[in-house]
């Protein structure tokens, strides 16, 4: 297991900023860790990555426990936490020397490493420049890089495309999913949509609780907003809709056109399509609707 998190608590004060929450992660899974600001994500980040000590419980990564055996852990994994710590004034290959001696990778490989983190992650054409004269994008680009400098099996990527334009984002994104074939990422976000193209698994935390954790097919489908787009043939009064059983409301879409809202969608499938045929009804079409994760995200936060 790449992660292992077992009751792990954050208190500060009066205040449980992480409570009692626990979730493992196996080799080769990206996966999104979402929540509301303020909702836990960043404190759960910084102990398993060792930045900060837990209240109680424990976490493991890569086989190493987060309080006993820090130093062996920060080895195997990368971390580029929300607010990306840059030094401005280096030029991009000076801070990826840096880090590359920081983290001992041999003398005689640094500069073959260094060449390679830069070719990975686009940064050929800007490696000569200072970093506080990159861009937004190509300075998370340099904050990947030395998230993996030490090839580590496990990267902590805290809001990665945080504050990028459309291009950037997507590039980035690209980025994530090819380095996920061979590593475990966990990272957190709030565009879902990048949730959806990168993850295949989500854990979602509000108020220091996980609230949510499965992959995206499922938890859209475990909401209780499940709906079914009918289309008739011919106009049907509300009324005689409504005694279609197993339905909770329903919405006027026009042209003929019904969304039935249900907590049990298979089952009110069958439900319609009795009710067609006990009344006489033909129906042109009839389509599941399931949640986005806008949908999903929303329903377990509020």
């Not at 879902?192 to 989500?202: L, N, P, T």
Request: proline share 4%; aromatic share 4%; net charge neutral.
């Amino acid at each position: 297991m790449s992660i292992s998190v077992q009751s792990l608590s954050k208190i500060y004060g009066k205040q449980k900023a992480v409570n009692n929450i626990s979730f493992e992660i196996p080799k080769g899974q990206i996966v999104g860790f979402l929540g509301p600001n303020g909702a836990g994500k960043s404190t759960t980040m910084k102990m398993i990555t060792s930045y900060l000590p837990p209240s109680s419980g424990t976490a493991v990564v890569c086989g190493f426990d987060v309080q006993t055996q820090s130093m062996e852990l920060r080895k195997h994994v990368g971390y580029l936490p929300e607010q990306n710590p840059l030094y401005y004034d280096m030029y991009v290959r000076e801070y990826l020397a840096l880090t590359a001696g920081i983290h001992e990778i041999p003398k005689s490989k640094r500069a073959e490493r260094i060449a390679e983190m830069i070719k990975m992650t686009g940064l050929t054409k800007e490696a000569h420049k200072k970093i506080g004269t990159l861009s937004k994008g190509y300075k998370q680009r340099v904050g990947l890089a030395q998230a993996m400098i030490h090839n580590p099996d496990v990267l902590i990527l805290d809001e990665p495309t945080s504050g990028l334009d459309p291009n950037q984002i997507v590039d980035i994104r690209d980025l994530i999913i090819d380095i996920g074939k061979e590593k475990t990422i966990l990272l957190s976000t709030h565009i879902m949509q990048e949730v959806e193209a990168m993850c295949s698994r989500v854990i979602i935390i509000n108020n220091g609780t996980i609230v949510a954790d499965d992959n995206i097919q499922n938890l859209q489908k475990a909401g209780n907003n499940s709906s079914l787009l009918i289309t008739l043939e011919t106009i049907v009064p509300q009324a005689l809709i409504m005694k279609i059983q197993g339905v909770g409301k329903i919405e006027d879409m026009g042209n003929m056109r019904w969304k039935l809202f249900t907590t049990k969608p298979d089952e009110l499938r069958k439900a319609v399509m009795q009710w067609a045929l006990n009344n006489d009804i033909n129906i042109s079409s009839l389509q599941s609707e399931t949640q986005t994760m806008e949908d999903v995200f929303r329903n377990v936060t509020q």
